[in-house]
C-alpha cells in the first residue's frame, strides 16, 4: 500500500532551520506529485511547496518563499523541505502529499514549532 512518513520536525528558535523527511514506499515514485502542506491550530490545511517529477517544477506559497525549499532524492525515494529562517507563524503540523489523478495520499505529519 502506499506510504508516507514524516520526519525531521521539532522545536526551533526563530530564525532557525529544519529540514523535513518524506519517505515513501509502496507505488511508482516518479508517477506522482508531491508536495507539503501545513495545519495550524484553528486554521485550514494550506499548500506550502509542491514538486513534479514530470517538469522538475516547483511552487511555493508565498509566506515561504526565498526562506524553504522542495527537494528530492529519486534513488531514496524520499521528498525533502528545507526550511531555513523560520518565524513563529510557521508553526504548524507539516504533512507530506503524494498525488495521482486527482488522488491524494497523506502522511501522518511532524509536527514543527517555533518559538519567539
Known amino acids: 500500500e502506499v506510504q508516507l512518513v514524516e520526519s525531521g520536525g521539532g522545536l526551533v528558535q526563530a530564525g532557525g532551520s529544519l529540514r523535513l523527511s518524506c519517505a515513501a514506499s509502496?507505488?511508482?515514485?516518479?508517477?506522482?506529485?508531491f508536495g507539503w502542506f501545513r495545519q495550524a491550530p484553528g486554521k485550514e490545511r494550506e499548500v506550502v511547496a509542491c514538486?513534479?517529477?514530470?517538469?522538475?517544477?516547483?511552487h511555493y506559497v508565498d509566506s515561504v518563499k526565498g526562506r524553504f525549499t522542495i527537494s528530492s532524492n529519486r534513488a531514496e525515494n524520499t521528498v525533502y523541505l528545507q526550511m531555513n529562517s523560520l518565524k513563529p507563524e510557521d508553526t504548524a503540523v507539516y504533512y507530506c502529499n503524494a498525488e495521482r489523478n486527482g488522488i491524494p495520499y497523506w502522511g501522518q505529519g511532524t509536527q514543527v514549532t517555533v518559538s519567539s
Open positions: 514538486f513534479s517529477h514530470a517538469d522538475d517544477g516547483t
Open positions: 509502496g507505488f511508482i515514485f516518479d508517477d506522482y506529485a
